[in-house]
């Protein structure tokens, strides 16, 4: 899901209560079709002290994805060695179910 | 037309430290590091805390919890009675956004003199956790992002697709740095470096490795800006303040930013227009430098050479304090250490002391020009929130 603007079509992610573009609070959530290409990306090769429980995931991906429709959002890759992913890499979104309560976004490299 | 109306008059800074008990190094509190300041900025302009009465002062925000009325806390821990009172929370760019505001608030004739006190203790809040901001623990910490490092890597690797930037380049900056801080008694890291151990540092956010990313040190800076009217009755040596420019959220309506580029094209235009200083004049960079990569790209964005082009410049170019192009003379963040929200502060003292001639084994040889840069807040999917830009003339 991301952000849209009813009153001028805009998209933009991260959640906001108002518009960047024109300031409008008529902004609605509308899926997003998880498709975009990634625009930077990190491999994390060490944690730092506030976040002990991705220890046991590196080294992973973090990449900023440009999504189709015009925002970027910051998610793991996975599915693809960190030394295989590349700027510019089309990917497509997943879902992990990490708990009940919570599915957490993650892209993998598109088909 | 702001015609230099405006001089510095005064600085100071504490040693800095990392806290280290088990060395023998010093732990001091953020209080002390104020006090400590202060009081090296009185004893060099042989001012009294009455002078100081009805007139500006300026705070950096600061990292340490429970600060919620942090600059009024600084003023009546350290008795003082001003007339305006701003407090920063620009990061990087705290020291150089309160030196604009204090500047302008001076040029309008509210105060004569602007004091700006900055410390923060970073070494002693490790674990409290405050350390972040909003978008950060909701979209950022929960997908794997390492803080300030993964932010910092992603433009890094940005630079090096578009750009093709190699590694050795970054390590120049990098060791170019050191081999100023080597000169700087001050600086917390002084060992000469050699570019092998830059590029064996280890990979923290790949491609940033330790050797690109700033070190915390805690440590206290003030900064005393004048008229210039008056300045010659404070210190025999003012600096005057002849351009400046700020920027905050370049770009704001764009969701696709280029990480590449800061505010601070935008920012150094409005000093270079303002003092009829060309990037040619300048005799020595203050950049802010949290990390390398944020190095070449303000080389590129204040002008010194062509979006894309920084890294052949820093190949090809001197920046140690007897370069062509001497670029953060005291080590900067990268060796002399960043003392949390106040680090910026760090650049802004190396540049005075540099154009009063009083920087010793590193001075820059005929040192008219300063230009100073301040960056701040990481931006959600772009490079920096806040950008500054600051030029000093010497006497």
Redesign the interface.
Known sequence: MVQRCKACG?????PRPSC??CGSMEVEWVQSKGEGSV?????????????PD?QR?I??V?A?V?LNE???????VEGVK?EDVR?GMRVKVSFDNVTPEIS???FQPAK | MFSASVSVTGYAETPVSRARVDKGEKKLTIEEYYAWALNLLLKQTELSLKDFKGQGVGVTGSAYPRAEIWSAEVVQNLGLEPKLLVRADQGGANGTALLIAGALAIHAGYVDHFLILGADTPMNIAGEGSLTWRYELDYLMPVGMMGPNSMAAMMMRRQMEVYGYKPEQYGKVSVSQRENASKNPMAYFRTPLKIEEYLSSPMISDPLRMLDICPFVNGGFAVLLSKTSLAWKISDKPVKLVGFGEWHNPDASNTLRDITSTGLKIASKQAYEMSGVKPSNISLLSAYDDYTPVVLMQLEDAGFCEKGEAGRFVEENDLTYCGNLPVNTGGGLLSYGQAGMAGGLHHVTEAVRQLRSEAGERQVKDARYAMVTGLGALAHGGSFINSCALIFEGV
Do not use: M
Not at chain 1, 10 to 14: A, C, I, S
Not at chain 1, 39 to 51: D, G, K, L
Not at chain 1, 71 to 76: C, G, H, K, L
């Open positions: 805009g998209y933009q992610w991260y960047v573009r625009y930077s990306y990190t491999v994390v090769r060490r944690v730092v002290a506030n976040s991705f995931d080294p992973f973090v900023e440009d015009g925002v970027r959002i910051y998610a793991r960190p700027v957490l976004y993650k």
